[in-house]
């Protein structure tokens, strides 16, 4: 199977790169800028891909355009913390474009290239649940996420005709330079999870939010 992961030099995604690749899958690594754990990584490196630039994406993606690709995970994405009372709006930009709007983008150029039968997967985030929220902050991760999960369920409801089945999942809270190290599980733990979510994929399922330990996450 080949499968494309996006932001795959590090945390999660570089875990990703290693257990699909650790399964005998041939992974397309992309990212702004490798690192010696991905070069040796066994997978394809594809680097200069900065998902926030769209007028640049096509052609580093270019290497891509003749992969047929049997799985895309979105997997880029940047955390900031903004308060009420402490925000920048030129971050919150940026989490649009990394988040929401560079997933959407990765997509569309790689379409042509995706099975008949292929998957998507998104990495969100149970933070872009309007329902889960209970401590509120986090502007502009929120709402990029929940942004993203809207073009989730878009591209699931376009996409199945085609038989292309787009996931949502959260990948729990992973001990990642993200969040300073902090949190639940690691990154090698939080990947064996995706990776059998995402397995379980398919159409009767598509467009649906699910937790990598298989609780569905209210939107």
Same mark, same amino acid.
Request: glycine share 2%.
């Given at each position: 199977m080949n499968v494309v992961i996006t932001g795959g030099n590090r945390g999660i995604g570089l875990a990703l790169v290693k257990h699909y690749v650790s399964q005998g899958h041939?992974?397309?690594?992309?990212?702004?800028?490798?690192?010696? @754990? $991905?070069?040796? %990584?066994?997978?394809?490196?594809?680097i200069g891909v900065d998902v926030s630039k769209p007028?640049? $994406?096509? @052609?580093?993606?270019?290497? $891509?355009?003749?992969?047929?690709? @049997?799985?895309?995970i979105n997997n880029a994405g940047v955390l900031g913390k903004e308060g009420l009372g402490d925000w920048d709006p030129h971050t919150i930009d940026y989490q649009f474009r990394v988040n929401a709007l560079g997933p959407l983008l990765v997509t569309q150029a790689l379409l042509p290239s995706l099975s008949s039968d292929g998957?998507?997967?998104?990495i969100t985030s149970r933070m872009g649940s309007m329902?889960?929220?209970s401590s509120g902050g986090y502007y502009g991760y929120r709402? %990029?996420?929940?942004?993203?999960?809207a073009a989730g369920v878009s591209l699931a409801q @376009?996409?199945?005709?085609k038989g292309i089945a787009v996931g949502l999942f959260h990948p729990g809270f992973v001990q990642t330079?993200?969040?300073?190290g902090n949190g639940d599980i690691d990154a090698d733990t939080a990947a064996g999870q995706l990776y059998e979510r995402i397995a379980e994929l398919a159409l009767n399922n598509t467009g649906q939010f699910f937790h990598a330990n298989g609780d569905k996450i209210p939107w």
């Open positions: 041939h992974v397309y690594a992309t990212c702004r800028n490798s690192c010696d @754990d $991905l070069n040796v %990584s066994g997978a394809t490196v594809v007028e640049f $994406l096509p @052609d580093a993606l270019a290497p $891509l355009a003749n992969v047929s690709i @049997d799985l895309l998957k998507i997967a998104l329902e889960d929220n709402m %990029s996420k929940a942004a993203l999960n @376009d996409l199945k005709p330079e993200m969040v300073n």
